[in-house]
C-alpha cells in the first residue's frame, strides 16, 4: 500500500467512524439497556440516551482508520497469494476467502481501540450517573482488584467473537452487492450513494445474525467480574430463556443497517473524493 492509498483509507475511514457513532448513538443506548440486566427501564430507560458519547467519540475514530487501513493493506496482499495457492478456484471464491480474512484481521487491529471504548461507553449508557470520564476513573481505581487491564479490556474475547463472523457475513456480501450492481448498471464503479445501500443491506443482515454475540459481549462488558463465555451463556439461559440471545435484535439490526449505509457511504464518498478528486 503505497503513502496516497494509505492516507486514503486512514482518513475515509475516520470520516466513517465518526459520522455513524454520533448519528446513531442513541440506538446504540437503546439496544445496550435493552440487553443489560434488569431490562431497559432499570438501566435508564428514554433518559440520557446520549450518555457515554463522548468515549465513542473519542475512539471511532482511531478503531474505523485502523480498521480501513488493515482491510485494504491485506486485501491487496492477500489476493494476489490467494490466487497464486489457489490457481484452480473461482476468482468469486478467492474474493470472499480475501475480504474474510482482510476483514477478520482488520476488525482485530480495532478491536484494540474499540474494547476499552466499548466497556467504557456502555457501563456510562446504563449507569445513572457517571459520564465517560467517571467511568474511566472508576476503572483504574482497580476496585475489584482484577487489575486495569483486565478491567479495560474485558469482553476482549466475545467481541473477537461478535466481529469476526459478523465481517465475515458484511463483507464479502458488501462487496458482492457491488460487483452485482456495477455489473447490472453497466459501471466500472458504483457510486457512493449505491455504495451505501450496498452497506445497509449487508450490515442488517449481519447484525441480525450475530445479535446473540453481541448479548454475551455487552453482559460481559456490564459485569462487575469476568466469568468465561460458555458460563455466562449458560447462566443466561437458565435465568433468562433462550429469548434473552435475541433481545435488542431490533434496535440492533435497525441500527447497524442504517449506520452501515452511512459508514460505508462516507468510506465510499470519501475515499473517492481523496483518489479521484478530478472525478467529484
Known amino acids: 500500500m503505497d503513502s496516497n492509498a494509505f492516507l486514503a483509507s486512514l482518513l475515509s475511514g475516520a470520516a466513517a467512524g465518526t459520522s455513524t457513532d454520533l448519528v446513531f448513538f442513541p440506538i446504540d443506548t437503546l439496544k445496550t439497556r435493552l440487553q443489560a440486566k434488569g431490562g431497559f427501564f432499570a438501566n435508564g430507560g428514554y433518559h440520557g440516551i446520549y450518555r457515554g458519547l463522548g468515549s465513542a467519540v473519542v475512539a471511532s475514530a482511531p478503531g474505523a482508520s485502523l480498521f480501513f487501513v488493515t482491510y485494504d493493506f491485506m486485501k491487496s496482499y492477500l489476493k494476489p497469494r490467494f490466487s497464486q495457492f489457489m490457481p484452480h478456484t473461482s476468482e468469486p471464491l478467492v474474493d470472499a476467502l480475501t475480504q474474510m480474512c482482510s476483514s477478520s484481521i482488520g476488525e482485530i487491529s480495532a478491536c484494540m481501540v474499540r474494547v476499552p471504548s466499548e ?41 473477537v467473537m461478535r466481529e469476526i463472523p459478523f465481517t465475515c457475513i458484511q463483507f464479502p456480501l458488501y462487496e458482492l452487492l457491488k460487483k452485482r450492481g456495477a455489473h447490472w448498471r453497466q459501471v466500472e464503479e458504483l ?60 434496535p440492533r439490526t435497525m441500527w447497524i443497517s442504517a449506520g452501515g449505509a452511512i459508514f460505508l457511504g462516507v468510506y465510499e464518498l470519501v475515499h473517492s473524493i481523496l483518489t479521484h478528486p478530478q472525478t467529484m
Request: glycine share 10%; with cysteine; proline share 5%.
Open 119 to 159: 466497556v467504557i461507553k456502555q457501563r456510562t449508557q446504563t449507569h445513572a450517573t457517571h459520564s465517560s470520564w467517571q467511568t474511566l476513573k472508576v476503572l483504574l481505581r482497580n476496585e475489584n482488584g482484577e487489575g486495569i487491564r483486565r478491567n479495560l479490556y474485558r469482553g476482549w474475547s466475545t467481541t
Open 191 to 250: 457510486p457512493p450513494w449505491s455504495g451505501a445501500v450496498c452497506g445497509s443491506i449487508a450490515g442488517g443482515i449481519a447484525a441480525a445474525c450475530t445479535t446473540p454475540l453481541d448479548v454475551l459481549k455487552t453482559r460481559l462488558m456490564l459485569s462487575d467480574r469476568s466469568i468465561p463465555v460458555w458460563q455466562l451463556a449458560g447462566n443466561l439461559y437458565k435465568e433468562e430463556g433462550p429469548k434473552v440471545f435475541f433481545r435488542g435484535i431490533g
